[in-house]
């Protein structure tokens, strides 16, 4: 596992290094079987699982308002499922909605633009359109990112999307 890309250790780091405690997540399959299963299971994190995006916007905009600084764990599909709640609450209303977004399909070391698979594809443009900041992570140098993401949310009231490429293991 060592030689592994990417890892949920790595990810974990980053969440603590931002101060995230709470995790607000619709298990996805590209991150549930190691990342979410890991944050279930660590006492430092209070996971609440949701049955639409949607309500995970909301929760994680409640959150803020409450001193709470929280991540939403979605697939690609759930971000274009939500993009409404996204649009109003997170980039009109100017909450750090800090999206942790699973790519489902994407090919490793493709850039998400260049996926054969088309909902891959679209999600990056769709963000840029939106004035959302994203940030693809698919080896554990990446990971490196997602502290600074977060916190550059958090500055600036607004929404981020970390993008994750590849199963974490």
């Not at 060592?2 to 997540?25: N, S």
């Amino acid at each position: 596992m060592a030689d592994y890309p990417l890892t949920a250790e790595a990810i974990k780091k980053e969440f603590k290094r931002a101060g995230i405690h709470f995790v607000v997540a619709l298990p996805d399959r590209v991150t549930s079987h190691y990342l979410l299963k890991g944050l279930l299971a660590d006492p430092e994190y209070k996971v609440v699982q949701v049955c639409k995006e949607d309500e995970g916007v909301s929760i994680c905009s409640g959150l803020h308002a409450a001193g709470k600084r929280s991540i939403l764990m979605m697939q690609y599909t759930g971000l274009l499922d939500s993009i409404n709640s996204i649009r109003g609450i997170g980039v009109e209303g100017r909450f750090p909605v800090c999206m942790v977004v699973g790519l489902l399909g994407k090919e490793p070391d493709v850039a998400p633009k260049q996926s054969k698979k088309y909902g891959v594809r679209i999600i990056e443009p769709i963000l840029d359109v939106m004035g959302i900041g994203h940030h693809l992570v698919e080896r554990d140098a990446d990971a490196k990112r997602i502290g600074p993401a977060i916190d550059k949310a958090f500055t600036e009231s607004f929404p981020v999307a970390i993008l994750i490429g590849r199963e974490p293991r």
